[in-house]
């Protein structure tokens, strides 16, 4: 009679651990950082709709590295998580760390009780309403959570990113330096194995925190190609959106003064944005 294998669970969780990291790495890094007026979500990802980036809530943002089936099953629980506890009790109750328990719970069970461990890391961020506030957490396969202070890492080759981050990386650095920086270590240094990425190859949003409420703002088009420009005068982002379906990523509108705040004339009421004045705050995503 053949007798069973038995596999101590040191080494049962050794491999699971080694068979999640393995799979993280083979994927595109993702860099989540703060900067002065908020924090900035930069991925290599030439999808326009299958996101590595997008919204929990509020001010609240959401960023996976790994296998996109999983850490998008994530993202959708997230979201759900948060719309409930804000309609059951107030909107001010959901938390990024709130939602970083929730995620620990969840794939902790995944990794102890299930036939194969989630090959994901993600990362959750809420901007504050100044920079000492921010909270960035970063949560790994196995559940396991930091809480990071002013940039995080995750995926592919991080270490290397990480380390360059940290010597370069200053709390009070505009939007288009953080983003040039990001997009710079993305590509790799110089010589074999470099990558120059176009604004069409990046997926890049913000949680701008002089924006009313909803602080999630995706960034593309002429905007982006601007920030990322090292001879533009562009620093930061309009606080709010044109109004108008698909503008939201011009660099200037009519209807502006010129630094993206809706004029007299445009309809908007001060504070707002047109495109939610009818929708239902708790559902509608940005994503």
Not at 27 to 38: H, K, P, Q
Not at 212 to 241: H, K, M, N
Not at 247 to 252: A, N, R
């Amino acid at each position: 009679m053949t007798m069973p294998m038995y596999v101590s669970p040191e080494q049962l969780m050794k491999d699971r651990a080694d068979f999640a990291r393995k799979g993280i790495a083979r994927g595109r890094s993702v860099i989540v950082a703060s900067y002065a007026t908020g924090i900035a979500f930069v991925a290599e990802n030439p999808s326009r709709t299958l996101h590595k980036v997008s919204e929990l809530y509020d001010r609240i943002g959401f960023a996976g590295a790994g296998k996109y089936n999983e850490f998008e099953n994530l993202r959708v629980a997230g979201i759900r998580y948060a719309d409930l506890r804000g309609y059951s009790y107030d909107r001010t109750d959901v938390t990024a760390r709130g939602l970083a328990n929730a995620y620990t719970q969840t794939l902790g069970t995944i990794f102890t009780q299930e036939s194969k461990p989630y090959e994901v890391e993600i990362a959750v961020a809420q901007v504050g309403a100044s920079q000492d506030e921010d909270q960035i957490y970063r949560l790994t396969y196995d559940g396991s959570v930091t809480e990071e202070r002013g940039f995080v890492v995750m995926g592919g080759t991080s270490e290397p990113i990480a380390t360059a981050l940290r010597e370069h990386w200053a709390p009070d650095l505009p939007l288009a330096q953080v983003l040039r920086l990001a997009v710079g270590l993305l590509e790799g240094p110089d010589g074999e194995g470099h990558r120059d990425l176009s604004a069409t190859e990046l997926e890049v949003a913000v949680l701008d925190r002089r924006r009313p409420r909803r602080t999630f703002r995706r960034l593309g088009g002429p905007l982006l190609e601007a920030l990322l420009d090292a001879d533009s005068t562009t620093a930061d982002v309009p606080t709010q959106d044109d109004s108008r379906p698909g503008l939201h990523d011009t660099l200037t509108q009519p209807g502006t003064d010129g630094n993206g705040t809706p004029s007299a004339t445009d309809g908007i009421p001060d504070g707002g944005d047109a495109r939610h004045e009818h929708s239902n705050p708790q559902t509608q995503r940005e994503d």
